[in-house]
T-cell receptor, first 116, second 115 residues
Framework: KAGVTQTPRYLIKTRGQQVTLSCSPISGHRSVSWYQQTPGQGLQFLFEYFSETQRNKGNFPGRFSGRQFSNSRSEMNVSTLELGDSALYLC???????????????FGPGTRLTVL | AQSVTQLGSHVSVSEGALVLLRCNYSSSVPPYLFWYVQYPNQGLQLLLKYTSAATLVKGINGFEAEFKKSETSFHLTKPSAHMSDAAEYFCAVPVPRAGSYQLTFGKGTKLSVIP
């Protein structure tokens, strides 16, 4: 079974631009969660989508948004990029039956975003 | 709110020595606990998962973890370190939020293996 894939793997943007990251979950998984990883803050939960609905959201500003499609693929968007948005963005998929973090989550390789 | 604390941001061991990475949870007994490993420039890979079915949990690559309620701990161990174990390790706990759960991670422990 193919794992979680994320595209692109690397991205360089400038302040003020917007960016869209994509995540394809493991086949059969209906839940997709997004995390931001930085050296200072570690791994922080952004949001979780299940059956095209946002089921949970972390403490990030409204510039961070996401969506999920009927095939469970998910995208996250960051508008008006700031220098502090430079991070590794990780996507994880799970069956989603038990609800969010109680299911085993399988992570993709991440997208490394650099904001100049 | 439930959280996990990992003691030691960096741990160095000699090849062949015991690996011990510490994780303590904060409050009530969690229904689940996870250990993940992250190799350089990669995502997180599940090492093992505690589900209250057994206090000693065996994972991949020879790792295991023991849930100790009296010590609020879930430390990760491996009897003999290998060079390929050099990576960053994260302990995580699901925290209930808004009718669902949110996976909350510790700050991570970077393991170095000295030949």
């Amino acid at each position: 079974k193919a794992g979680v894939t994320q595209t692109p793997r690397y991205l360089i943007k400038t302040r003020g631009q917007q960016v869209t990251l994509s995540c394809s979950p493991i086949s059969g998984h209906r839940s997709v969660s997004w995390y931001q990883q930085t050296p200072g803050q570690g791994l922080q939960f952004l949001f979780e989508y299940f059956s095209e609905t946002q089921r949970n959201k972390g403490n990030f500003p409204g510039r961070f948004s996401g969506r999920q499609f009927s095939n469970s693929r998910s995208e996250m968007n960051v508008s008006t990029l700031e220098l502090g948005d430079s991070a590794l963005y990780l996507c994880a998929s799970s069956l989603g039956v038990a609800g969010g973090g109680t299911d085993t989550q399988y992570f993709g390789p991440g997208t490394r975003l650099t904001v100049l | 709110a439930q959280s996990v604390t990992q003691l030691g941001s960096h741990v160095s061991v000699s090849e062949g020595a015991l690996v011990l990475l510490r994780c303590n949870y904060s409050s009530s007994v969690p229904p689940y606990l996870f250990w993940y490993v992250q190799y350089p420039n990669q995502g997180l890979q599940l090492l093992l998962k505690y589900t209250s079915a057994a206090t000693l949990v065996k994972g991949i690559n020879g790792f295991e973890a023991e849930f100790k309620k009296s010590e609020t701990s879930f430390h990760l161990t491996k009897p003999s370190a290998h060079m390929s174990d050099a990576a960053e390790y994260f302990c995580a706990v699901p925290v209930p939020r808004a009718g669902s759960y949110q996976l909350t991670f510790g700050k991570g422990t970077k393991l170095s293996v000295i030949p």
